[in-house]
């Protein structure tokens, strides 16, 4: 299948700075990339739907100026979370897709701990 | 709203015996199902989907089932080996294929004990 790579895998900064995680697609061009969040022990929940070239698609209740999220090229999408807090640590995942697949790819994600 | 429900938080198997895990849905919209699994610290990763016109899918020891009038979709694993243990998530798309927005179960944890 195809490879989406997501960096870093783990990161750890202090509250107040930001965090920038990348998510990439290797070997197709993805159109469209879905950021996900898992909170421990929980089920993975949609933060945000973004296409290349425009702006992301936010769930509801998911914060846009504190989860920034940048889809300006067809293999790279960023997630910025933006002064961090110790409440904002969790695991995040980006799945890619395009419409020629019938698959969702998923990074291998990046536990983000917020000290 | 849990759209996607997985009640089962945890099963344990014996090696070689059948093992089975349950979702149940909600969203009538739904029409194509997705199971995963996940170690931790990774991402999911595929094992089998199966269409809402479909009630049954196989892909060598997997075989997801689908009651559309129960709207529940169930996943078999025989036979169970120890490296099956980890987190399978069921997952659903009102999109007709697993490209779009899923909505997760809470996953169930399996071990498969020697």
């Known amino acids: 299948g195809a490879v989406v790579s997501q960096h870093p895998s783990w990161v750890i900064c202090k509250s107040g700075t930001s965090v920038k995680i990348e998510c990439r697609s290797l070997?197709?061009?993805?159109?469209?990339m879905f950021w996900y969040r898992q909170f421990p022990k929980q089920s993975l929940m949609l933060m945000a739907t973004?296409?290349?070239?425009?702006?992301?698609?936010?769930e509801q209740g998911v914060e846009k100026d504190k989860f920034l999220i940048n889809h300006a090229s067809l293999t790279l999408s960023t997630l910025t979370v933006t002064s961090a807090h110790p409440e904002d640590s969790s695991f995040y995942i980006c799945?890619?897709?395009?419409?020629?697949?019938?698959?969702?790819?998923f990074g291998q994600g990046t536990r983000l701990t917020v000290v | 709203d849990q759209q996607v429900k997985q009640n089962s938080p945890s099963l344990s198997v014996q090696e070689g015996r059948i093992s089975i895990l349950n979702c149940d849905y909600t969203?009538?919209?739904?029409?194509?199902f997705l199971w995963y699994k996940k170690y931790p610290a990774e991402g999911p990763t595929f094992l089998i989907s199966?269409?809402?016109?479909?009630d049954k899918n196989e892909d060598g020891r997997f075989t997801v089932f689908l009651n559309k009038s129960a709207k529940h979709l169930s996943l078999h694993i025989v036979p169970s080996q120890p490296g099956d243990s980890a987190v399978y998530f069921c997952?659903?798309?009102?999109?007709?294929?697993?490209?779009?927005?899923?909505?997760f179960g809470q996953g169930t944890i399996l071990t498969v004990h020697p």
């Open positions: 799945s890619a897709g395009d419409r020629l697949n019938t698959e969702a790819f």
């Open positions: 070997d197709f061009q993805a159109t469209t």
């Open positions: 973004s296409n290349e070239g425009s702006k992301a698609t936010y």
């Open positions: 969203n009538s919209m739904f029409d194509y």
């Open positions: 199966i269409s809402s016109i479909k």
């Open positions: 997952a659903a798309n009102a999109g007709g294929t697993s490209y779009g927005k899923l909505t």
